[in-house]
């Protein structure tokens, strides 16, 4: 019976690390997609005003030698 209850927690102990590994991953990730979220609506806000005639600020600068 010792042995049983002694490889119960060992799994139990494994389990909860596992959880927690994955919980960090989780938390990395979902910071990720909020990062890649922001980055494709300026991109989406970018190409509207391109398709509206305005000019793009990144290709409309006369470099700083001229």
Do not use: W
């Amino acid at each position: 019976m010792s042995d049983k209850h002694n490889e119960l927690e060992v799994r139990i102990a494994y389990q909860d690390d596992a959880i927690e590994q994955l919980s960090q991953q989780l938390f990395a990730q979902s910071r990720e997609m909020a990062r890649v979220a922001e980055r494709c609506r300026q991109l989406e806000e970018r190409v509207q005003r391109l398709a509206e005639g305005e000019p793009d600020a990144a290709t409309d600068e006369t470099p700083p030698h001229y």
